[in-house]
């Protein structure tokens, strides 16, 4: 493996107890990706659930970000698991997967992460042999471990089945969604993320994986929720999206011109 294999640094680094900080880029640019990461963040979460982002703009964004030498991860409309093999096969080095709901939810979305005899993805990579600085057979027998399956807990369902997803085989770790969640743990009456619901689950999520040896993750609005999640142990958290940094960067130039 050369030392610029950006695709295998993700799971060293989550491995090796660093708390890391993502993009999240939802504009349908890879440009937009690769400029944002290049800010000294961690890795780029590419955005295919709720963002504007195509199937041919994430595998370039895996790319240039991977130029930039940092690893993609991304998130895939809810229960397409194909496409996870085929965004893995072009270099991602980790999936999230929204609405993971129960232990079948995680199986299944592992099969399609990990090669047998963990789960079921067929071969074919192209890019990922690049990324991960290995080919063929090398690549063949390291990538259950460089390509992390991250599961999406976001409703009370997944709150109450956390345990038996973080103990399916070939699910690295989970990723909370706090805005679906709030809106779950209110039985719909509010959407906060910062809710002290949302919080308290915070705390459980973060104390469950912990325990289990996963890796615990979080969408984060600013770089100050990023500051306090990762103060409870959570290892991989977002901070803010392309789209909400542009408006924020344009609302506070132009406050400056006008006074
Ligand atoms: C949520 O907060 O529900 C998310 O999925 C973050 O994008
Ligand atoms: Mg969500």
Not at 102 to 128: L, N, Y
Request: proline letters at 4%.
């Amino acid at each position: 493996m050369t030392a610029s294999a950006p695709l295998a640094h993700l799971a060293r680094r989550l491995r090796a107890g660093e708390t890391l900080f993502m993009s999240w880029c939802g504009m349908n640019d890879a440009a937009i990706a690769e400029a944002t990461v290049r800010e000294n963040f961690d890795a780029a979460l590419i955005d295919m659930q709720h963002g504007a982002v195509d199937f041919t703009t994430t595998v370039q964004a895996i790319g240039l970000v991977g130029l930039a030498g940092k690893p993609a991860i991304a998130r895939i409309p809810v229960g397409e698991f194909a496409t996870a093999s085929r965004l893995l096969d072009a270099g991602a080095a980790a999936i999230v997967a929204p609405m993971i709901n129960s232990e079948a939810d995680a199986k299944r979305f592992a099969s399609f992460v990990k090669f047998p005899p963990v789960g079921e993805r067929s071969w074919g990579p192209h890019r990922a042999f690049g990324l991960a600085g290995l080919e063929g057979e090398a690549y063949f027998h390291k990538a259950n471990d460089l390509h992390l399956a991250i599961a999406m807990i976001e409703t009370r369902e997944a709150l109450d089945a956390l345990d038996s997803i973080l103990d399916v085989p070939g699910i690295d770790g989970v990723f909370v969604g706090p805005s679906d969640l709030s809106i779950a743990l209110t039985k719909g009456a509010v959407v906060d993320a910062g809710h002290p619901e949302v919080d308290k689950a915070l705390d459980h999520i973060g104390a469950r994986c912990k325990a289990k040896g996963k890796v615990a993750g979080a969408f984060c609005m600013t770089g100050k929720r990023a500051k306090e999640v990762a103060a409870k142990g959570f290892r991989l958290c977002s901070i803010s999206t392309d789209g909400m940094m542009m408006r924020l960067g344009a609302r506070m130039e132009l406050k400056a011109a006008r006074g």
